[in-house]
């Protein structure tokens, strides 16, 4: 099989007609107050059928693919009543989630929510299958990437399906981007443990929102934003990938793989190379 992330670049046509995207002011000074940007058109129904043809095949465990991942959880719960399907390195074996990184509709609106030019760092899946799905319980995403410095990532997150709180949409405390970061208290198992890690005055304006989208609709948020997702007890499934990228420049903090897989990046070095490519430069 080949390993497409040896190509910089959209191998398909699937994204040619993919408009940019141009923030109004008050969309930025809603993420900067906020921590979150949601609502984004970035999939077409064309498009998101695609996506879940192929996310069934990355699902399917005896698929012929397993040296290409970072990560493979076929259930990072390990509970049968709570499954959470969460893998990273799509990008690297199906030709729709390698081009969705150069998909100008995320790379313009990364781009200005970065303030700067755009590099991947990890794609990832979040499956929760009908009835007996999951939770990801609450969490800052920067606190699984200290290994690398300055704090200058951006997460987006694109629904697959319809989702809803019916069906465990993603949960966000607004706000909380300006909080210190928090010990890591788990992922997929307990959703209130984070209660433990808080100050009295977090736990007095921890309020959640619900994110509802549509299919093909993305959530930009902030690595210091908390967020979660409840569990899917609905008839449908909830399906949803994500690409997390950084701004250019952002280094190494570790003398060991930045991801299961790929060679090292010597701490203080600039973090580029064939698994973290530029996808929007300064133009």
Same mark, same amino acid.
């Given at each position: 099989m080949t390993d497409l992330s040896q190509f910089h670049?959209?191998?398909?046509?699937?994204?040619?007609?993919?408009?940019?995207?141009?923030l109004t002011d008050a969309q930025l000074e809603s993420y900067r107050t906020?921590?979150?940007?949601?609502?984004?058109?970035?999939?077409?129904?064309?498009?998101?059928?695609?996506?879940?043809?192929?996310l069934a095949e990355l699902m399917n465990p005896n698929q012929n693919s397993v040296e290409l991942w970072h990560e493979y959880h076929t259930?990072?719960?390990?509970?049968?009543?709570?499954?959470?399907?969460?893998a990273l390195g799509a990008w690297r074996i199906k030709h729709s989630f390698h081009d969705v990184l150069w998909n100008a509709s995320f790379t313009t609106t990364a781009f200005q929510l970065l303030g700067g030019p755009v590099r991947f760092w990890h794609d990832q899946l979040?499956?929760?299958?009908?009835?007996?799905?999951?939770?990801?319980?609450?969490?800052?995403?920067?606190?699984?990437?200290?290994?690398?410095?300055?704090?200058?990532?951006?997460?987006?997150?694109?629904?697959?399906?319809?989702?809803?709180?019916?069906n465990g949409c993603l949960h966000y405390v607004p706000g909380s981007h300006g909080w210190k970061l928090l010990?890591?208290?788990? !992922?997929?198992? *307990?959703?209130? @443990?984070?209660? %433990?890690? !808080?100050?009295? *005055?977090?736990? @007095?304006?921890? %309020?959640?929102?619900?994110?509802?989208?549509?299919?093909?609709?993305?959530?930009?948020?902030?690595?210091?934003?908390?967020?979660?997702?409840?569990?899917?007890r609905s008839a449908r499934p909830r399906r949803a990938m994500v690409i997390n990228v950084f701004l250019d420049g952002v280094c190494s903090d570790s003398d060991e793989p930045l991801l299961a897989g790929v060679p090292a990046i010597p701490r203080g070095e600039p973090i580029a190379g064939r698994f973290f490519p530029l996808l929007r430069g300064t133009r």
């Amino acid at each position: 099989m080949t390993d497409l992330s040896q190509f910089h670049k959209p191998i398909t046509e699937l994204f040619a007609e993919n408009a940019a995207i141009t923030l109004t002011d008050a969309q930025l000074e809603s993420y900067r107050t906020n921590g979150y940007l949601s609502g984004i058109p970035m999939l077409t129904e064309r498009q998101v059928e695609i996506f879940c043809a192929d996310l069934a095949e990355l699902m399917n465990p005896n698929q012929n693919s397993v040296e290409l991942w970072h990560e493979y959880h076929t259930n990072e719960a390990q509970d049968p009543d709570k499954v959470l399907f969460h893998a990273l390195g799509a990008w690297r074996i199906k030709h729709s989630f390698h081009d969705v990184l150069w998909n100008a509709s995320f790379t313009t609106t990364a781009f200005q929510l970065l303030g700067g030019p755009v590099r991947f760092w990890h794609d990832q899946l979040f499956c929760k299958p009908a009835r007996h799905g999951g939770v990801v319980a609450w969490h800052q995403d920067y606190s699984y990437w200290t290994r690398t410095r300055p704090m200058r990532h951006l997460t987006c997150w694109i629904g697959l399906d319809d989702v809803n709180e019916e069906n465990g949409c993603l949960h966000y405390v607004p706000g909380s981007h300006g909080w210190k970061l928090l010990p890591i208290t788990g !992922l997929a198992t *307990n959703m209130q @443990a984070i209660k %433990n890690v !808080l100050t009295p *005055n977090q736990k @007095a304006v921890f %309020n959640p929102v619900a994110i509802p989208l549509k299919p093909g609709q993305a959530t930009f948020h902030h690595p210091h934003l908390v967020h979660g997702s409840f569990e899917n007890r609905s008839a449908r499934p909830r399906r949803a990938m994500v690409i997390n990228v950084f701004l250019d420049g952002v280094c190494s903090d570790s003398d060991e793989p930045l991801l299961a897989g790929v060679p090292a990046i010597p701490r203080g070095e600039p973090i580029a190379g064939r698994f973290f490519p530029l996808l929007r430069g300064t133009r």
